[in-house]
């Protein structure tokens, strides 16, 4: 079955791989991100498989499959639908900078590294949940779901990797580390639900850069 438009889904699965030259993997309550609102358990097993980029794999088993509707978070290997352009608001926003004002050549038409820690608990966001992501240059776009703030080891851990923004739907004193490392911060956005976990580009426009924090309107253009 297709889901209806807007809608995204999630399989979770137990899997048992065995591997052709020997050894085996198994993985319990494993989540990955799937095109539609349905997949067969072969198709399940070929996208972890991708995911996880294993190789030499001879078998793959897949049992206790749930379908979840919730926003991907970004599984590789997953068809991504194209041919189009959607424009998703971040309202609400501000940005919180050192300095001066950031250039806007600086703040528009990025790339985005989309995090999202739903789920996840209303803990802090740690670095262990950035670190499979490439982030240099980046917009990095934190949906938490519940506001979470970044811990101070996971604001380090960015500040090291220099992104261009990081955009969260929380806050928290550790965002104070980013702004003194020269990366703003764009916090309070809402609408990041809407976001696709991958093929999305952010621009961040100041309202009124007399003021720090600075309203801003944040919009991502993603494909369709």
Request: with cysteine; net charge negative.
């Amino acid at each position: 079955m297709a889901g209806s438009s807007g809608e995204q889904w999630r399989v979770e699965f137990d899997a048992n791989v065995v591997f052709s030259n020997g050894g085996g993997l198994r993985a319990r309550e494993f989540r990955l991100d799937i095109p539609g609102a349905d997949i067969a358990d072969a198709e399940a097993g070929e996208l972890f498989v991708r995911h996880l980029g294993l190789l030499m794999v001879g078998e793959v088993k897949i049992s206790n499959k749930r379908l979840i509707r919730e926003p991907h978070k970004g599984s590789r290997g997953v068809p991504v639908a194209g041919g189009g352009r959607d424009v998703v608001e971040l309202p609400e926003a501000v940005m919180t900078y050192a300095g001066a004002v950031p250039r806007l050549s600086a703040l528009v038409d990025l790339p985005v590294t989309l995090v999202r820690t739903l789920g996840a608990g209303s803990g802090e966001i740690g670095r262990s949940q950035l670190a499979p992501f490439e982030v240099t240059g980046t917009a990095v776009v934190l949906h938490s779901g519940g506001g979470a703030g970044l811990g101070e080891d996971a604001a380090a851990w960015l500040a090291d990797r220099a992104p261009a923004v990081v955009v969260t739907d929380g806050g928290g004193p550790a965002n104070g580390l980013l702004t003194s490392a020269g990366i703003p911060v764009v916090s309070a956005a809402t609408g990041l639900a809407d976001l696709p976990a991958t093929g999305t580009r952010l621009h961040v426009v100041p309202l009124d850069p007399a003021r720090n924090p600075c309203p801003v309107r944040a919009y991502a253009v993603a494909a369709s």
